[in-house]
């Protein structure tokens, strides 16, 4: 699995052959299996690094206070709105184009603290409206272009969701800033693992991965916060 990966990011394309003797059963076991791994390396990682600087459980700690409603959004939402704006869009086409560069819009105010994430309704109703003047911009040309050069258009995806992780991350003392490439670590070999699974099996597979994926990093708060 890491080679095929690691492969996909060297050459990424959008087209990828498909391979139909597993059931969804077994392909979907042997995913899981695989996040689960790569969930139980970084927690041995960041517990070897606590070993010489426990400030590293500060890096890691959440921003936000958790509450039953964030560990809900964060467990069945976000997933699902990270992989309509950075997944969605790797099977170009001017609809899934238009959709995720809106999302990415969103993202982009969120950052800039035009608003807050958590208020749904703000976002979602943004939407369509980014999308619809996407749509309309969006040429047979720009299609063209981005499947010629699929490659930087996925390193670019791929590196716009890397970096939007570092708002999970508090960075307060100067050596904070050294384990950056360690914590983005993760999301970076996720992004491609995700973008993977989306052009080898498909959107919809790829949004249940990542769900579980948040689950299992969730698995914490939930075991405090939802204790009956």
Not at 57 to 85: C, H, M, N, W
Not at 119 to 139: D, E, G, H, K, R
Not at 167 to 193: A, C, D, K, Q
């Amino acid at each position: 699995m890491l080679k095929n990966i690691f492969d996909f990011l060297r050459d990424p394309k959008e087209m990828l052959p498909v391979k139909k003797e597993l059931t969804f059963y077994s392909s979907f076991w042997k995913h899981l299996k695989f996040i689960l791994l790569i969930t139980f390396s970084f927690g041995s990682l960041i517990f070897l690094i606590s070993l010489f600087d426990p400030s590293i459980y500060t890096v890691i700690a959440k921003r936000d206070e958790k509450t039953r409603i964030l560990i809900l959004l964060s467990t069945l939402f976000y997933p699902f709105f990270e992989e309509v704006g950075f997944r969605l869009h790797l099977k170009v086409t001017r609809l899934n184009l238009a959709i995720s560069f809106s999302i990415q819009t969103i993202y982009l105010f969120f950052l800039f603290d035009f608003f807050d994430m958590t208020n749904l309704i703000i976002a979602l109703l943004s939407i369509f409206p980014f999308a619809l003047l996407f749509y309309f911009v969006i040429n047979p040309r720009i299609i063209t272009y981005l499947k010629k050069e699929f490659r930087f258009f996925f390193y670019y995806n791929l590196l716009f969701f890397t970096l939007l992780h570092l708002v999970n991350y508090r960075l307060i003392e100067p050596i904070h800033y050294l384990y950056v490439l360690i914590v983005l670590s993760l999301p970076f070999l996720m992004g491609t693992y995700l973008s993977y699974i989306r052009l080898k099996i498909g959107f919809l597979f790829c949004v249940l991965i990542h769900i579980c994926f948040n689950l299992f990093l969730n698995i914490p708060y939930i075991i405090e916060y939802y204790p009956n």
